[in-house]
């Protein structure tokens, strides 16, 4: 049980580390609570295993302090660490039946006997691996051999927190949804803290209760899913998340109207003039945005229309921007003249990337 | 649909059938020929049946005592150098370097000895233990310990193994570290969240995965010893007296050195039949404890 705390951790694999290019983590400071379920998305090579690496112990980092509890850990090497890991590829010791996999921990921290055995069964039974204790782990299928490297460190009863390395990239979509629905149920049940590191959006939406959003070593944006898509802190975190992502376009701002491609577009904030020479942009989801018949809102061109079965997506050009919007079931488009309706309190504007907050009255 | 029959197809496989006559069936007839005859010169041979098999298998005569004082001789060495090659050569692959210029560098160091040629090594070695001239031999006198390969047959032997050891722990090492290197770092990694000692990744992880390579080690390693010639002959020639006489050796001496024809064929195809039969055994047995692991 512990919370863990991330004091202005930042970590560079070149020894002095001058600009910030030179950092594969960027100085940052962060508390994970005890219990939590957090999900840590980005892109490959963002930082998101550095970061994994150091909270287990794997790497020491290069600036900053790592506490568990308000103990300072930075230094301690991860066997002495009570966090356990779950990594990309299943590790399994092939020649171990799944029995003593489970409890090859256990006995290495020199637990013998009956204790062993107990708690052994507990975590197969969690993880209905209990049929299959007695078979060497050679042979066994990827989502099983996951199983049991979960299990490893579900076994022992000190753990604080379990790090998920992108845990479901080696199984069968089929199986992916199953294995996560597992986790979360381990989640509730065993009161652990969880990170799971992962670059699938949907993966880290549905299991997190927090996801922490990373881009380029650095965290953009820490929030509850719902957050996350309706009020994005970031461009990335807007194109990152969501499918299809936030429309970015470049405008003027001044008050409460956007200027777009020459067409004014109303917002939900007032904003003070903007021209500190910054990029100015408004972001607006796919999912505010509305395709009316021509002239009932903004006029646009479209291009396209994408059928993903549940929704009609429509890609559109406003003053030649590309952008896309929703279909409502009920309009036929003609032709390729029709008009954007946008919610007014789904625009957000940024500067050079980063939200910008409004004045709401 | 009938297959069309078309026996023309044989025409494609005599290329190969004809290589393999040439290269192995032919050469290895005419030794089985000889091991039935006996032949006194001037090109006159007698058919002499199994004879040869009979003195040959029959430890009483003078052929059958020579032939298995020889084969104790190749067992005993092929037993020695697997017990210090391979476990030598398992330590020397898990300290070497895993990445880094030393990777390379350590790479050429160890191939080295593999790439000198058999009679170079046992040259090399002949000299370099000479008690009179030689670093090593001197040296070790030197130090008051009596040895001299050429008179002593405990020395003679100790020079022997030591040079196979020299020459070959570098195949063990670098096979072992092909395995090594199929390891993904996630089981080291896993293994430090687990608390696992250096002895349990060792017994868990790595020897798991070099198992394979092990193997194929222990093979190239037994053939090959179990068939060596090159290297003592140059070194003791067989001595002192036949203490260290292989059976490679032995067949040499009897076939060109006192011109036995039939004896040296009926010896030929007896230690082919040993090894074949050695190495059929071992393969079949290994590669039933791999299915029942699985």
């Not at chain 1, 003593?100 to 009956?114: H, I, Q, S, V």
């Not at chain 2, 007698?46 to 005569?61: A, H, K, R, S």
């Not at chain 2, 868990?204 to 010893?225: E, G």
Request: net charge neutral.
């Amino acid at each position: 049980m512990a919370r863990i705390d991330l004091q202005n951790l930042g970590h560079s694999y070149t020894p002095n580390p001058k600009s910030d290019a030179d950092y594969a983590l960027k100085p940052m400071t962060h508390v994970w609570e005890q219990g939590g379920a957090y999900a840590l998305l980005g892109p490959s090579g963002c930082g998101k295993t550095t970061l994994l690496n150091i909270i287990s112990g794997l790497l020491t980092p290069s600036e900053g302090r790592v506490l568990f509890d308000g103990k300072d850990v930075t230094t301690l090497p991860t066997e002495a660490r009570n966090i356990a890991q779950v990594f990309q590829f299943p590790v399994v010791y092939d020649t171990m039946t799944v029995y003593e996999n489970l409890a090859f921990p256990l006995r290495n921290r020199g637990l013998r006997g009956p204790a062993v055995d107990a708690r052994v069964r507990e975590i197969a039974e969690l993880l209905d691996l209990t049929p299959d204790l007695t078979r060497r782990g050679r042979g066994l299928t990827a989502d099983a051999k996951q199983k049991i490297s979960l299990g490893r460190g579900l076994v022992r009863p000190d753990v604080a927190a379990i790090l998920f390395d992108e845990p479901l990239t080696v199984i069968d979509p089929h199986l992916k949804w199953e294995l996560r629905s597992k986790l979360k149920a381990l989640h509730r049940a065993l009161d652990l803290t969880m990170i799971y590191v992962t670059h699938d959006q949907t993966e880290a939406l549905t299991f997190a209760d927090k996801v922490v959003v990373m881009h380029d070593g650095r965290v953009v944006q820490i929030g509850r899913p719902d957050e996350l898509f309706a009020r994005p802190a970031h461009v990335f975190v807007g194109h990152f998340i969501g499918s299809p992502g936030m429309n970015v376009l470049p405008a003027e701002v001044a008050g409460r109207a956007a200027k777009v491609g020459g067409h004014v577009i109303p917002l939900g904030r007032a904003y003070p003039p903007l021209t500190g020479g910054e990029k100015i942009e408004v972001g607006v989801r796919p999912e505010f945005a509305t395709l009316a018949p021509a002239g009932a809102g903004v006029p646009v061109r479209v291009t396209r229309i994408d059928d993903l079965g549940r929704v009609r997506i429509a890609k559109v050009e406003l003053s030649g921007l590309p952008m896309a919007a929703t279909v409502p079931e009920s309009l036929a488009v003609n032709g390729d003249e029709a008009s954007l309706i946008v919610d007014p309190a789904m625009v957000h504007v940024y500067a050079n990337g980063a939200l910008v907050e409004g004045e709401a009255a | 649909m009938d297959k069309p029959i078309n026996q023309g197809a044989w025409l494609l496989v005599l290329p190969v059938l004809l290589i393999v006559a040439f290269s192995a069936i032919v050469p290895l007839m005419t030794v089985v020929n000889y091991s039935v005859q006996d032949t006194f010169g001037n090109n006159q041979f007698f058919w002499n049946g199994i004879g040869w098999y009979q003195e040959l298998l029959d430890p009483t005569t003078d052929l059958g005592g020579r032939f298995f004082d020889a084969l104790w001789r190749n067992l005993l060495f092929s037993f020695l150098i697997l017990a210090i090659e391979v476990p030598l050569g398992i330590a020397v692959a898990l300290s070497m370097p895993r990445d880094g210029w030393r990777v390379a560098a350590t790479l050429v160091v160890m191939a080295l000895p593999l790439l000198i040629p058999w009679n170079v090594v046992g040259t090399i070695w002949q000299i370099f233990a000479r008690e009179d001239i030689g670093l090593l031999g001197w040296v070790v006198n030197r130090l008051g310990i009596p040895y001299n390969y050429t008179a002593d047959p405990l020395s003679a032997w100790v020079t022997i193994v030591v040079m196979d050891v020299w020459h070959w722990t570098s195949l063990v090492a670098l096979l072992c570290y092909a395995g090594l290197r199929s390891i993904p770092d996630a089981f080291y990694q896993a293994a430090r969240i687990d608390g696992a000692s250096q002895w349990a990744i060792f017994r868990n992880i790595q020897l798991p995965k070099m198992h394979r390579v092990l193997l194929i080690a222990v093979l190239l390693r037994f053939m090959d010893s179990f068939m060596i010639y090159t290297e003592p002959f140059v070194v003791t020639g067989g001595g002192p007296g036949n203490s260290t006489t292989f059976v490679s050796i032995d067949l040499v001496k009897l076939a060109l050195g006192q011109f036995d024809l039939g004896k040296a064929a009926a010896l030929s195809i007896v230690y082919n039949l040993i090894i074949l039969a050695v190495c059929w055994v071992f393969y079949t047995v290994m590669t039933r404890m791999d299915a029942q692991r699985n």
